[in-house]
């Protein structure tokens, strides 16, 4: 089986009947790792060195022209013909419709689940990555730290409504794990890890969202899927 799209011909295909994953360990990465890891689909990962601008490759963008990762390439795709699929929320939801897991049938609840995985794209992303740019990466010797100020408030008010979403609930949509939470977890592991902005949020009075971040990490799924393109 031989796949015909240019993103082969830099990176090629071992596997070519298996899903083709092109991501990096990031937040947004990671979403797509987990998924694939907690529905057992197979696959082949393949890491895009965005330090080094792979993501801008022609080869890459053929594939994803907004120039971002995660992206994927299905040669299984709807109806047996091959699918091309970048934006990480976007790709949630079709891995969830292909292996029928983590997003409920049921339309309110469908519907609902589709809400939070919106509004963490929408929300939690962005003010969270504003954060790890101003208290970790370059924007940290900004002398004026309003805009940090800024952007670590909204990140605290995202987790309020987290942690209130979270009140005697094990996961968002309550008892079921789904791809709401994939979508959070790898977001609210690294504001607190890698972008060390937990004293900055505050992060610590809101003890619903550490106990449900407890709770996705020691899943083994999420354990693999974290690091899926690092090794």
């Given amino acids: 089986m031989t796949l015909d799209h240019p993103i082969f011909d830099r990176w090629p295909a071992q596997f070519p009947d298996r899903l083709q994953l092109f991501s990096l360990p990031t937040p947004n990465g990671v979403k797509v790792g ?17 330090t080094a ?3 801008h490759d022609p080869a890459f963008l053929a594939l994803n022209p907004n120039g971002k990762i995660p992206a994927i390439y299905d040669p299984d795709g709807p109806g047996g013909t091959p699918l091309a699929l970048f934006e990480s929320g976007a790709i949630l939801l079709y891995l969830a419709e292909k292996t029928g897991r983590f ?72 008892g079921d794990y789904s791809i709401a939470d994939i979508s959070l977890l790898g977001w609210v592991r690294n504001l607190i890890g890698f972008y060390e902005a937990r004293a900055l949020v505050g992060f610590d009075r809101f003890s619903n969202v550490q106990a449900w971040l407890d709770r996705g990490l020691a899943r083994p799924g999420v354990q693999r899927g974290l690091d899926v393109t690092a090794r």
């Fill in 34 to 50: 987990i998924m694939l890891e907690e529905t057992g689909l197979a696959y082949e990962p393949h890491r895009i060195d965005i």
């Fill in 53 to 55: 601008d792979e993501s």
């Fill in 103 to 174: 997003l409920a049938t049921d339309p309110n609840a469908r519907y609902e689940t589709i809400q939070w995985v919106m509004w963490q794209m929408g929300g939690v992303g962005p003010m969270f990555g504003q954060v790890g740019f101003f208290n970790k990466f370059a924007g940290k010797d900004y002398e004026d730290k309003r805009p940090r100020d800024r952007y670590a408030a909204e990140s605290a008010r995202l987790l309020g409504v987290l942690d209130r979403r979270l009140e005697d609930r094990d996961w968002v949509m309550g």
